[in-house]
């Protein structure tokens, strides 16, 4: 075994020398898995990690474990893992029900801000493979460069853009100490999501937060729960209406994977072009955004 540090949970766990069952039910952490070379190591997913197909990563036909925030951990038992990956947030609860079980696990951060760039150093570590991490947070850090280069050459520097989510049925609005807030930031961009003095907003907080802030806005990137938004599908404040809408795709920007920061600069492209239509939407799906 060996002792890692677990930053989330502020204190040592014992992993294994050698990986090589895996259950993960995160999709930006099964992305990371996936490109860390332990694709035939994945034994277990949640139904959200499936998604990551259409987006072009290669993710095994394992079994269902549980849902983002829950576990079976019959299903668990069954498989014999002999590692857990867990993200902090919502998934803090599972920890219980893996250490009764006597499952070992591990808990990566929720990237705040810039954070995002160390997220696949942060995985590759707990699983051994760290050079490996590091390659994924340079392609991860290029692709935020590409983002910013397309933004100069676009003549974006400076759009002011507002970003939105679905998750679920909750309507969301990102902070500022969020990944999405900050990588739009730094690619050039005037995020009025910085006015929010949180990562994320939810409910009527994110939608009284919108209306406020939508009165600004050049143009608004909307995620929606779904692999292939239709023009014309998002519910927005009434404050939103007539402004330019980029309609993307389920994970498209929730994801904090090395694969967000890759896709950032189609994503830039695409709101330009919502941006020249100067009202209605421009909708992506999944597809639209994969890489290579």
Same mark, same amino acid.
């Given at each position: 075994m060996r002792r890692v540090y677990c930053y989330e949970?502020?204190?040592?766990?014992?992993?294994?020398?050698?990986v090589e069952r895996v259950v993960s039910l995160t999709p930006s952490v099964t992305a990371v898995m996936a490109d860390l070379g332990f694709r035939e190591s994945i034994v277990g997913v949640s139904p959200w990690c499936r998604l990551l197909r259409?987006?072009?990563?290669?993710?095994?036909?394992?079994?269902?474990?549980?849902?983002? @925030? +829950?576990?079976?951990?019959?299903?668990?038992?069954?498989?014999?893992?002999?590692?857990?990956l867990l993200a902090g947030g919502y998934q803090l609860r599972i920890v219980e029900d893996l250490e009764r079980a006597g499952v070992r696990y591990f808990?990566?951060?929720?990237?705040?801000?810039?954070?995002?760039l160390e997220f696949p150093i942060e995985v590759s570590y707990a699983v051994g493979r760290v050079e490996r991490g590091f390659e994924l947070a340079r392609r991860g850090l290029e692709g935020l460069w590409r983002a910013r280069e397309v933004v100069e050459s676009l003549g974006l520097r400076g759009a002011r853009v507002l970003v939105a989510m679905m998750i679920g049925s909750d309507f969301v609005l990102p902070g500022i100490a969020s990944h999405v807030v900050q990588c739009l930031g730094a690619a050039g961009l005037r995020v009025l999501n910085d006015r929010v003095? @949180? +990562?994320?907003?939810?409910?009527?907080?994110?939608?009284?937060?919108?209306?406020?802030?939508?009165?600004?806005?050049d143009l608004i990137l909307y995620q929606l729960p779904t692999l292939h938004p239709r023009e014309g599908g998002a519910k927005l404040p009434s404050a939103c209406v007539g402004k330019p809408i980029l309609v993307l795709p389920v994970l498209a920007l929730s994801d904090y994977s090395h694969l967000f920061l890759a896709r950032l600069s189609k994503i830039v492209r695409c709101a330009a072009n919502a941006l020249e239509r100067r009202g209605g939407y421009v909708a992506l799906s999944a597809s639209d955004l994969r890489i290579g």
């Open positions: 949970l502020r204190r040592y766990l014992e992993v294994p020398e050698r259409e987006y072009g990563v290669d993710v095994p036909d394992a079994p269902i474990v549980g849902s983002y @925030a +829950s576990i079976s951990v019959e299903v668990l038992k069954r498989l014999e893992p002999d590692l857990v808990v990566t951060r929720l990237p705040r801000g810039l954070e995002v003095e @949180a +990562s994320y907003v939810w409910g009527e907080q994110a939608e009284g937060c919108a209306a406020e802030l939508c009165a600004d806005a």
